[in-house]
Nanobody, 129 residues
Framework: QVQLVESGGGLVQAGGSLRLSCAAS????????MGWFRQAPGKEREFVTA????????YYADSVKGRFTISRANAKNTVYLQMNSLKPEDTAVYYC??????????????????????WGQGTQVTVSS
């Protein structure tokens, strides 16, 4: 079992920054890959980024590449999402997720929300224009 709790969401103006955190408990944090997804009202859940167990390999959706950065601190059981140059279209509920079956990233799998086993409750990010 893995429990995930996101924090750090809020309201920010376009061009601003936010840092999301996801604290994990349960299974050994350094034994699995992590991902961030988002879901806007009326839209499907969308892959944002993923990171392998060590933090040495990451992958981003084209829509956030160059603006968002995923990282992890295994000693703190936490994964982060630094979001810069935010746009109104980034407005969504952001979820972190754990893929306990994989340590390394397999890109074709990491982008698929149904490959993840555990999810946080989500944190709202609203970007005003």
């Amino acid at each position: 079992q893995v429990q995930l709790v996101e924090s750090g969401g809020g309201l920010v103006q376009a061009g601003g920054s936010l840092r999301l955190s996801c604290a994990a408990s349960g299974r050994t944090f350094s034994s699995y890959a992590m991902g961030w997804f988002r879901q806007a009202p009326g839209k499907e859940r969308e892959f944002v980024t993923a990171i392998d167990w060590s933090g040495g390999s990451t992958y981003y959706a084209d829509s956030v590449k160059g603006r968002f950065t995923i990282s992890r601190a295994n000693a703190k059981n936490t994964v982060y999402l630094q979001m810069n140059s935010l746009k109104p279209e980034d407005t969504a509920v952001y979820y972190c997720a754990a893929d306990i079956n994989r340590r390394w990233l397999v890109i074709t799998i990491a982008t698929m929300w149904d490959e993840y086993d555990y999810w946080g409750q989500g944190t709202q990010v609203t970007v005003s224009s």
